[in-house]
């Protein structure tokens, strides 16, 4: 799947219904409640997808919430850096007063969900 890079300083949402693992399972964040996942300080760009690859603080995050995305971190090493596969890049972002890093697979760009916006279901 091939998505649009962000920048520091967009705005994007966070995806998670239906997403709190890769299409291959691979976890994004951490287990939390419905439509939520725990989003951490650090995602280990050299051991993803392992036991261990979420470190730090933190934040438990909903399906909508809102974040700024503050630049680029990058790409796991087991992926491959081919353009369709930037649903594995990681992206520092500015939430709930922290820094956290998140994947592109969890992160959607305002316009592409216009009824969420205004109070429709995120799905």
């Given at each position: 799947m091939n998505k649009k890079p962000f920048t520091s300083?967009?705005?994007a949402i966070m995806h998670i219904t239906h997403r709190w693992a890769t299409r291959e399972g691979w976890a994004t964040g951490g287990a939390a409640g419905p439509q939520e996942l725990m989003i951490y300080e650090k995602i280990d760009l050299m051991g993803w997808p392992s036991h261990d690859d979420f470190k730090g603080h933190s934040e438990r995050l909903r399906c909508?919430?809102?974040v700024l995305v503050l630049g680029y971190v990058g790409?796991?090493?087991t992926c491959t850096h081919r353009?369709?596969?930037s649903e594995y890049d990681v992206?520092?972002?500015f939430t709930k007063g922290r820094r956290l890093q998140v994947m592109r697979?969890?992160?959607e760009l305002p316009e592409d969900y216009p009824d969420f916006l205004t109070g429709g279901e995120f799905v």
């Open positions: 300083g967009d705005i909508g919430d809102i790409r796991p090493f353009k369709e596969d992206y520092e972002i697979w969890n992160l």
